[in-house]
T-cell receptor
Framework: GAVVSQHPSWVICKSGTSVKIECRSL??????MFWYRQFPKQSLMLMAT?????????EQGVEKDKFLINHASLTLSTLTVTSAHPEDSSFYIC??????????FGPGTRLTVT | GNSVTQMEGPVTLSEEAFLTINCTYTATGYPSLFWYVQYPGEGLQLLLKATKADDKGSNKGFEATYRKETTSFHLEKGSVQVSDSAVYFCALTPVAQKLVFGQGTRLTINP
């Protein structure tokens, strides 16, 4: 199988605080993980590509200082939303690449900033 | 560049109807093609895939054939169920590169 988990599945935080989201590949090693953001009724927007042991590559327009990504091991990547604001409220989804082509997605994390 | 164009939704069908969701692509080289499904409030699940021309991917009654001559990967199912209601994404990836998604097609099946 190829299972990817995310934690937490939902989180509510106050404006100005930071939130960390974990993405784990449970039964395979992933040298590359991806972080996406999805707005209601829209497709996924790639935020960044995370490679184990190196700095993440951010897509154009994504603030790297706001969305901190760490890929500490072959099974774990984390996304930290720093100094969160209401406009950061969204559905965040990670994926892990198995082999050279297939990506498996986590169940998503719904972030609400009040 | 690489791109995917999906049939615009939403699509509404009655149970047991035949389903087709069109997907065409533009790509350099020989990408792999995928269909993902997203149920409300969840992440994406890989539904089926095809890695080379004329391959047919199939799963849970859904099928799609990699047509290089028409650059298409249309999703079909012979008899849909209410439980198939979801958003379907067509996607492609060249080797070791990012997934490129279509815009998604929302499917609603009425009993």
């Amino acid at each position: 199988g190829a299972v990817v988990s995310q934690h937490p599945s939902w989180v509510i935080c106050k404006s100005g605080t930071s939130v960390k989201i974990e993405c784990r590949s449970l039964d395979f090693q992933a040298t590359t993980m991806f972080w996406y953001r999805q707005f209601p009724k829209q497709s996924l927007m790639l935020m960044a590509t995370s490679n184990e042991g190196s700095k993440a590559t951010y897509e154009q327009g994504v603030e790297k200082d706001k969305f901190l990504i760490n890929h500490a091991s072959l099974t774990l990547s984390t996304l930290t939303v720093t100094s969160a604001h209401p406009e950061d409220s969204s559905f965040y989804i990670c994926s892990a690449r198995k082999g050279f082509r297939e990506q498996y997605f986590g169940p998503g994390t719904r972030l609400t900033v009040t | 560049g690489n791109s995917v164009t999906q049939m615009e939704g939403p699509v509404t069908l009655s149970e047991e109807a035949f389903l087709t969701i069109n997907c065409t692509y533009t790509a350099t080289g020989y990408p792999s093609l995928f269909w993902y499904v997203q149920y409300p409030g969840e992440g994406l699940q890989l539904l089926l895939k095809a890695t080379k021309a004329d391959d047919k991917g199939s799963n849970k009654g859904f099928e799609a054939t990699y047509r290089k001559e028409t650059t298409s990967f249309h999703l079909e199912k012979g008899s849909v169920q209410v439980s198939d209601s979801a958003v379907y994404f067509c996607a492609l990836t060249p080797v070791a590169q990012k997934l490129v998604f279509g815009q998604g097609t929302r499917l609603t099946i009425n009993p």
